[in-house]
């Protein structure tokens, strides 16, 4: 006959309440964690204190830090919806010294809350490919089949509401090309930030300092913000220009070191050091050394612009190869 819930609960509580049933539970009990509990223990460490993480999408969606010690490995497949890392507006992602993040093809940092990378002289944060064996081992398992090169990751794309403070970085390999060759990509790409409805001062800011940015399949840095400060980098080896600026708000490029870019690829007769296009504001161009570049600085901003007290590789200053260009 079918009992009742009533009856099977009442059933319970008796045994329960049974001495016999209480005695042989907690035995029971004590075998259960004395096999259970290790490894738990076990599992626990194995999550907890391992520093390598992998993943193929990343969302930040709340204020989150990276440190010493970890290895974020991201391997995105942009025909899954999958971008790499996101950090939501109003998130804060905080990267300290010793960190390292390594990315595949498909994979980019999307920066619409806050992203800060605070490094250090003697152990910066690297963000690398997934196939940089020389940091952070060999995270995709292949030996030496595989060789990092530019192009090999995305980019850190720091969206219209975002706001980025990049010191002490090690920035490379990345500038994945999404729309075709005549679209040359970047490994650092800052939105047009413009918003009519905030005063200027609260605007999203972009400050990338004491960083090295190198070996970009397009452009180092391409920059459409209206409050960046571009201060004290060395902007080497990237394929097309160094940096890539809009001439609006009143940025700052100075003291960089800005060397052997323009070089390479398919697009490297029109590389360099510094393009600079729109009509707009004169940004701050000062104190950086031009050097060994392709082209050192092209000026498509239908402005004038004034770029002295820079060092061009040579005493004499630069050399004016059109009306436009100009030769470091």
């Known amino acids: 006959m079918k009992k009742s819930g009533y009856e099977i609960a009442s059933r319970l509580i008796i045994c329960y309440n049974n001495p016999n049933f209480t005695n042989n539970f907690r035995r029971m009990k004590k075998i259960f964690f004395k096999l259970l509990l290790p490894p738990v223990f076990l599992l626990a460490g194995f999550f907890v204190f391992t520093s390598a993480a992998s993943a193929t999408d990343i969302i930040i969606d709340h204020d989150t830090v990276w ?59 690297i963000i690398t ?62 939105d047009d930030q ?14 990338i300092s004491n960083s090295l940015i190198t070996e970009s399949a397009g452009y180092g840095i391409y920059d459409r913000g209206w409050r960046t400060v571009i201060t004290k980098n060395k902007i080497v080896k990237n394929n097309s220009y160094g940096i890539r600026t809009y001439a609006t708000f009143r940025n ?39 050097h060994n570049n392709t082209t050192g600085f092209k000026n498509n901003s239908g402005v004038n612009v004034s770029a002295i007290n820079n060092w061009w590789g040579s005493d004499q200053g630069p050399i004016v190869c059109s009306s436009f260009c100009i030769k470091a």
């Open 194 to 207: 413009y918003n009519s409805n905030l005063p200027s001062n609260l605007w999203p800011k972009t400050i």
């Open 252 to 290: 700052e490029i100075t003291y960089n070191d800005i060397n052997l870019n323009g070089f390479n690829g398919p697009i490297s007769y029109w590389g360099g050091g510094i393009f600079m296009e729109r009509n707009g504001i004169q940004p701050n161009i000062s104190y950086n050394n031009f």
């Open 129 to 190: 490919s997934i196939k940089d064996d020389s940091v952070g081992g060999d995270t995709n398992k292949d030996g030496n089949a595989t060789l990092s090169a530019r192009g090999d990751w995305g980019k850190i794309k720091i969206k219209k509401t975002g706001n980025a403070i990049i010191d002490y970085a090690i920035i490379q390999y990345g500038g994945a090309d999404e729309n075709g060759w005549f679209f040359s990509p970047s490994i650092i790409d800052i």
């Open 67 to 125: 440190g010493k010690g970890d290895v974020i490995v991201v391997n995105a497949n942009k025909y899954l919806g999958e971008l790499g890392v996101r950090i939501a507006s109003k998130a804060t992602l905080t990267i300290n010294a010793g960190a390292i993040i390594k990315l595949s093809r498909d994979s980019l940092i999307s920066v619409e809350g806050n992203l800060i990378i605070h490094g250090a002289p003697d152990d910066p944060v």
